[in-house]
């Protein structure tokens, strides 16, 4: 089970949003990181066929993603902004939604009862899609792309607006279905990524800065991540020398994690990077190379 994508190309008009994309995604689950604009939402599009690239080749276990019909037979995908009839029960929706994927009847009715069952909605099947909770909403949107059995799953930032709680509790649905599968998922968050995929890509600007394991994520910024205490009035000046990281009440004083690509001018502590110190990395060297 492998995606391939070679020298891929995405202009809206006069703009490149996807530049010169070359990589691999084998089974597993692989977290796509950028801000926003970056091109995930462009890349992954392409990827379920719902738009086509300006350049370049996508093979999905070596089949054209231009045989848009037997991809979506293999490809299932969860958008951005996903919404159903506001008014539709929750089995009456994905019935419709199997109908317009040409489930025969007594396949949706199986299909329905185990996707329920997958994202724990089964409870649920006879609440109205608007008075589903946010959480429930996007489990909603798994089930849907779950309906005829991809291999295959995109999700688009299934976690945006969803507290830790239910972050976690989709995380561990994704980690189970990944099992056999390829899931590709985006998000900005790079704890994330790094807690659920074991390979990630980072976009900015539509090309790729990195892809690779999240161990090989984490040693980019080795070396340059530090830890100093210092006292509040202190902020401004260490921002003015270094990219912060992310500050910390302690006590009185804060805790201050930067990056320095020299030995700090001020009392410090190496730290063990994270995926987050990597992409805050990667994200100050696209800022320089501008
Ligand atoms: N249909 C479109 N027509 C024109 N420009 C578009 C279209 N879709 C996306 N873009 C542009 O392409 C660039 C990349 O957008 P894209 O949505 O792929 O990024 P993203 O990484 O998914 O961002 P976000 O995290 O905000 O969703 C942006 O500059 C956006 O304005």
Same mark, same amino acid.
């Given at each position: 089970m492998e995606i391939r994508i070679e020298h891929l190309y995405k202009k809206y008009g006069g703009q490149e949003v996807l530049r010169d994309v070359s990589f691999k995604i084998p089974a597993g689950m692989y977290g796509l990181l950028g801000s926003n604009g970056a091109g995930k939402t462009s890349f992954m599009r392409i990827l379920a066929t719902i738009s086509e690239p300006t350049a370049g080749a996508v093979t999905i276990n070596d089949m054209d993603i231009r045989n848009k019909k037997e991809i979506r037979k293999i490809v299932g995908y969860l958008p951005q902004e996903f919404s159903v009839y506001p008014s539709m029960k929750v089995y009456a929706a994905l019935d419709y939604l199997g109908i317009l994927a040409e489930l025969p009847k007594a396949v949706r009715r199986q299909r329905i009862d185990t996707v329920l069952k997958q994202v724990n909605l089964e409870s649920e099947k006879n609440k109205k899609f608007k008075n589903l909770s946010g959480g429930m909403k996007r489990r909603f949107g798994i089930a849907q792309a779950l309906l005829n059995e991809p291999e295959i799953l995109i999700a688009d930032e299934p976690t945006a607006g969803l507290d830790p709680e239910e972050r976690i509790r989709f995380y561990n649905l994704f980690s189970e279905l990944a099992k056999d599968r390829i899931i590709l998922l985006s998000t900005h968050i790079a704890g994330d990524i790094e807690a659920a995929c074991s390979r990630t890509a980072v976009l900015d600007h539509g090309k790729v800065m990195f892809e690779g394991s999240i161990a090989e994520m984490r040693r980019l910024s080795e070396g340059n991540v530090y830890l100093t205490e210092i006292k509040p009035g202190e902020i401004n000046d260490l921002k003015k020398k270094y990219k912060v990281i992310h500050l910390q009440q302690n006590g009185p004083d804060i805790l201050c994690r930067f990056l320095s690509d *020299?030995?700090?001018?001020? *009392?410090h502590v190496l730290c063990e990077p994270t995926v987050e110190d990597s992409y805050m990395y990667l994200l100050k060297q696209c800022g320089e190379g501008e």
């Open positions: *020299t030995i700090p001018a001020v *009392t």
